[in-house]
Structures are given as C-alpha cells and as structure tokens.
C-alpha cells in the first residue's frame, strides 16, 4: 500500500505559476511510474503528466507540455509538477498517482494509488 498527499494547489491568476507536490509513503515509492492527472466536475480523469520510475522517461499532454516540468526525488519520496504560464483551463482538482508494472500510463485506470487531490483555479 502506497499513500500519496498532495500539496501546492491554490488560487492563481492566469500567466502565473504553481508547484504541486505530492508526498508518498513508502520507500517503494521509486519502484513505480507516477503520474499526475486532473478532473473538474462532470468530466472524466485526464492525464495530464507522467515520468517514469528511474525519472529518464516523461511525457506530457499537448496542452500543458510547453510550460509544464514533472520531476521527482525518490531519496524524498516526493513527485512534483511546475506549471507555468497558467491559464483558467488548467483549473481542476489534481491528483498524483503511482503505477506498477505494465499498463499504459496515459490510462487512469491502470494506475495502483492514488491520493486524495489538490484543487488549482486560475481565476482570468
């Protein structure tokens, strides 16, 4: 079992910056491909990024991989994402989660854990 928290949502105004992290729980947390997605109501989980467990591999949507950077520190257990140029489409609840083995990590539900969100609004 893998618990994830995230942290660093907020209020922001559109062109601005935030730096989401999500804390893991385990020391197996560098074992497992992590990703970041986001949800606002009505809609289903999209993905927005993902890197790979040895942090070599990334990728990204097309609508945030020009201003957007996930990295990870696995000695701290902890995922980030920096997103720049922020715009009020960015704004959703945004959830970190881990994968193991096998599945596409474009596809939510192949992910293992998830944490409990962070809420972004870009206010115009």
């Known amino acids: 079992q893998v618990q994830l928290v995230e942290s660093g949502g907020g209020l922001v105004q559109a062109g601005g910056s935030l730096r989401l992290s999500c804390a893991a729980s385990?020391?197996?947390?560098?074992?497992?491909?992590m990703g970041w997605f986001r949800q606002t109501p009505g809609k289903e989980r999209e993905f927005v990024a993902t890197?790979?467990?040895?942090?070599?591999?990334?990728h990204y949507t097309d609508s945030v991989k020009d201003r957007s950077t996930i990295s990870r520190d696995n000695a701290k257990n902890t995922l980030y994402l920096e997103m720049n140029s922020l715009k009020p489409e960015d704004t959703a609840v945004y959830y970190c989660?881990?994968?193991?083995?096998?599945?596409?990590?474009?596809?939510?539900?192949?992910?293992?854990?998830w944490g409990q969100g962070t809420q972004v609004t870009v206010s115009s």
């Open positions: 890197i790979d467990y040895t942090g070599g591999r990334r």
């Open positions: 385990r020391r197996t947390f560098g074992s497992y491909d």
């Open positions: 989660a881990a994968k193991g083995p096998g599945g596409s990590v474009y596809n939510p539900t192949d992910y293992d854990y």
